[in-house]
Nanobody, 119 residues
């Protein structure tokens, strides 16, 4: 069983910054990639950014100037990844989800964390 837990969301003013965390734990031998998606009310879930096992990063064009991804490899038994968001805009308001892709198993999702940007 694999568990993903996001944290770090909340209310922030436009122009501010936020760091989201995702912890993947459980029966994991390796992870191909961990990434972030977001879903605004009434809209589809959109890709934000992803880091692959080799450290390469893909970021959505809409946010690539304001978003970075990093990970902490020092924690044993868990996979920890961060989504750093800067210069937040009202349009960044959404529920942010973490996704892990595990070889021969597929995708796992976290429960999501709310980010609200006030104008």
């Amino acid at each position: 069983q694999v568990q993903l837990v996001e944290s770090g969301g909340g209310l922030v003013q436009a122009g501010g910054s936020l760091r989201l965390s995702c912890v993947a734990s459980g029966d994991i031998n390796e992870i191909n990639a961990m990434g972030w998606y977001r879903q605004a009310p009434g809209k589809q879930r959109d890709f934000v950014a992803q880091m692959s096992y080799d450290g390469s990063v893909n970021t959505a064009d809409a946010v690539k100037d304001r978003v970075t991804v990093s990970r902490d490899n020092t924690k044993k038994s868990v996979y920890l990844q961060y989504l750093h968001m800067n210069n937040l805009e009202h349009e960044d308001t959404a529920v942010y989800f973490c996704k892990a892709t595990i070889p021969r198993e597929g995708h796992y999702w976290g429960q999501g964390v709310q980010v609200t940007v006030s104008s």
